[in-house]
C-alpha cells in the first residue's frame, strides 16, 4: 500500500513538474519575443540615415535593448537573461534565400534586418526554474532555452491599425517635389539631396532635442500665408490633411497626439495603401490656433508622415487638396510660430511598427520583394 501511494505520489510529482515547466516555457518564449522586438526595433535606428553611420556602436545598441527586455520579464518566476556580449545571446543578419529555396538566417553586421536571440533560464546564468517535487525527480530545477527571431521590412506599401496599436502617424503632408525648380523647399532637395541645414540632434538617452550637429539633414516646413493661396511660389510646403477627421481641430488634435485608428481609415478598408498609385487627400495649408501647440508637443517624438508630389489650388480658406505619393518619417525638432505663417523644423527619422504593410505581410523573407524600400519606414514583425 505503501509502495503504491509513493508510485502515485511520484508520477503526480512527474506531471505537476512537467505542466509547469511548460508555463514557464510559454513566459519565456513570450519574454524572448518582446525581448527579440524591442531588439529589432533598435535596428531601425535613424543612425541609418546618416552619411557614415556606425555599425558596431548599432550593434551594441541592439544586443543592450535586448537584455535590458528580457530582464524586465520573469519565467518560472526567475529574470529572464540574455547575454548580451558580440559572442553571446544576440546574433545580427538578414533573412536570405538558400540554393534549396528556403528561409534562412545570414549573420552579417552589414546592414542587418533581422535578429535572432537565445532566452536562459539555466543553472549556469543562476536562474533555473525551481521544481516542486524534487524529492520524486531528483532535480530541484530545471534548466529552458527559447529561440526568437524578428525583422524589420522596408518594402512597405501601406499601413493597418491594429486592435491595441493606432498607426504612429501625424496628419501631415510635406511636399515631396515642385515642378517649378526655383521651389527648393521640397524633401527631395533638403533631405534626398542633402541640401538642408543640420542644426539639431535627438539625445536618446534624455528624450530631449538640442542644438547641434548629427550628420542628418533637416527641412524648413512653412505654411501658406494668408492671401497668398494664389501664389504658387509663396504657398507652403505643408498641409495638414484629411484621414476621417474632416479637419476638425479636435479631431486633427486626437491624431497628433495618438496616430491613426481604424475608424479614421474606414474610408479606405480600415488601411491606407500606396502600392496602386497616388491618393488625393484633401488638406489646409493653414495650420494655426491650438494646432501649433499640439505639434509642438510632438517635438522629439518620431512620426509617420506623407509625402506629395502635387497640391491643388488653395481657396481663400486655405483648403487644397494633395496627391499622396510615398510614406516617410519624421522627428519634429523645433516649432517657430509667427503672426504670418508657422515654421517646422523636421529631421527625418526612422519608424520600425507592427502596423506597416508589405506586399506579403506574412513572407518572412525581403529578398525576392519587388517594391522599393522605404528608408525611413520598416515594417516590424517575428519571423520564425
Not at 149 to 164: C, K, Y
Amino acid at each position: 500500500m505503501a509502495l503504491a501511494i509513493l508510485v502515485v505520489g511520484g508520477c503526480l510529482a512527474l506531471v505537476v513538474d512537467s505542466l509547469w515547466l511548460k508555463v514557464a516555457h510559454r513566459e519565456l518564449q513570450t519574454a524572448a519575443d518582446a525581448a527579440v522586438l524591442g531588439a529589432a526595433g533598435e535596428l531601425a535606428s535613424d543612425a541609418r540615415l546618416s552619411a557614415d553611420y556606425d555599425t558596431q556602436e548599432l550593434a551594441t545598441a541592439v544586443r543592450q535593448q535586448a537584455a535590458h527586455v528580457a530582464a524586465g520579464n520573469t519565467a518560472g518566476g526567475q529574470s529572464v537573461r540574455i547575454d548580451s556580449l558580440v559572442e553571446g545571446d544576440v546574433h545580427l543578419g538578414k533573412i536570405v534565400t538558400d540554393s534549396n529555396g528556403l528561409d534562412v538566417f545570414l549573420e552579417t553586421d552589414v546592414q542587418p534586418t533581422s535578429v535572432v536571440l537565445f532566452a536562459h533560464c539555466r543553472r549556469q546564468y543562476g536562474n533555473p526554474v525551481p521544481l516542486f517535487f524534487p524529492q520524486f525527480t531528483g532535480q530541484p530545477a530545471a534548466d529552458l532555452t527559447c529561440r526568437a527571431e524578428a525583422s524589420i521590412d522596408p518594402h512597405v506599401v501601406g499601413v493597418r491599425p491594429l486592435d491595441q496599436a493606432n498607426v504612429p502617424a501625424l496628419p501631415l503632408a510635406v511636399m515631396e517635389l515642385h515642378s517649378d525648380p526655383r521651389r527648393l523647399d521640397t524633401w527631395a532637395v533638403q533631405i534626398e539631396a542633402r541640401r538642408g541645414r543640420d542644426q539639431y540632434r535627438f539625445n536618446a538617452e534624455t528624450g530631449e532635442v538640442e542644438l547641434g550637429s548629427d550628420g542628418i539633414p533637416e527641412i524648413v516646413l512653412h505654411s501658406t500665408e494668408r492671401g497668398s493661396e494664389e501664389e504658387e511660389e509663396k504657398r507652403g510646403n505643408v498641409q495638414l490633411v484629411d484621414l476621417g477627421t474632416g479637419l476638425r481641430v479636435m479631431e486633427l488634435d486626437r491624431q497628433i497626439h495618438h496616430g491613426w485608428n481604424w475608424r479614421d481609415l474606414q474610408e479606405y478598408g480600415s488601411e491606407f495603401r500606396l502600392d496602386q498609385g497616388t491618393v488625393r487627400l484633401q488638406g489646409t495649408e493653414r495650420i494655426e490656433g491650438p494646432l501649433v501647440d499640439d505639434l509642438r508637443d510632438m517635438i522629439g517624438h518620431s512620426r509617420i508622415v506623407l509625402l506629395y508630389r502635387a497640391a491643388g489650388p488653395a481657396g481663400a480658406d486655405g483648403l487644397t487638396h494633395a496627391e499622396i505619393s510615398r510614406f516617410a518619417a519624421g522627428r519634429i525638432m523645433d516649432v517657430r510660430p509667427s503672426e504670418r505663417t508657422l515654421e517646422l523644423v523636421l529631421q527625418p527619422a526612422v519608424v520600425a511598427t507592427r502596423t506597416a504593410l508589405t506586399a506579403d505581410s506574412s513572407a518572412t523573407n525581403t529578398a525576392t520583394n519587388t517594391n522599393s524600400p522605404n528608408p525611413y519606414l520598416y515594417r516590424l514583425s517575428l519571423t520564425y
